[in-house]
């Protein structure tokens, strides 16, 4: 059973508008929440993380939102660029070290 | 920068065929992994190494195997290839144990079974 779940294997957003990408997960024991991007040919690269003792990190137009309670995060990318198109992985850590368990990814289609 | 390097971009194997996937890292990190990437399923942990000789089993070690003779190397080993390891293999690297530690990751390789 998956414990990192990204259910919209897609998103397709207007440029200069906001893109918003949801991440569930189903053990409150990880403490740790990062995003990763992935052009295609390429490996995946840090985007931006937040620990569980917060509810919100912002690095420009990367904003990640953390609700534990629900065991949601969010990442939301305001105004949203076709560079931003890529796929985007939410991971999760804290359950057993550094591993990441990874969800499957949403891929995001920012149009001009 | 951090660079990990994979050998090679693609591959293609024949069933039964033993299947070596190189990784080199160049910044003196601790500690690598190999991870398969499919399409609904995300990046599943093959083997992870935390140091030279050491390795530990992922989520899904069945039918690989791993190498760690040199700090920067770390080798995913296929011993008899099937259609079902046809997927993108990434390797990556990070440098400490922390549930922080951010993954530096090679491009992959897309490996093809036939």
């Known amino acids: 059973d998956q414990q990192v779940k990204q259910n919209s294997p897609s998103l397709s957003v207007q440029e200069g508008r906001i893109s918003i990408l949801n991440c569930d997960y189903t053990?409150?024991?990880?403490?740790?929440f990062l995003w990763y991007k992935k052009y295609p040919a390429e490996g995946p690269t840090f985007l931006i993380s937040i620990s569980s003792i917060k509810d919100k990190n912002e690095d420009g137009r990367f904003t990640v939102f953390l609700n534990k309670s629900a065991k949601h995060l969010s990442l939301h990318i305001v105004p949203s660029q076709p560079g931003d198109s890529a796929v985007y992985f939410c991971a999760a850590s804290g359950l057993y070290g550094n591993k990441l368990v990874f969800g499957a990814g949403t891929i995001l289609r920012v149009k001009s | 920068d951090v660079k990990v390097t994979q050998s090679s971009r693609y591959l293609v194997k024949r069933t039964g065929e033993k299947v070596f996937l190189e990784c080199v890292q160049d910044?003196?990190?601790?500690?690598m992994f190999w991870y398969r990437q499919d399409p609904g399923l995300g990046l599943r942990l093959i083997y992870f190494s935390y140091d030279v000789k050491m390795k530990e089993k992922g989520d899904i070690p069945e039918g690989y195997s791993v190498s760690r003779e040199k700090k920067e190397r770390f080798s995913l080993i296929l011993e008899s290839a099937s259609t079902n390891q046809t997927s993108m293999y990434l390797c990556?690297?990070?440098?400490?144990?922390?549930?922080?530690?951010?993954?530096?990751f090679g491009s992959g390789t897309q490996l093809s079974v036939l």
């Open positions: 053990n409150s024991m990880f403490d740790y």
């Open positions: 990556a690297s990070t440098s400490g144990l922390a549930t922080n530690e951010k993954l530096f």
């Open positions: 910044m003196d990190h601790e500690n």
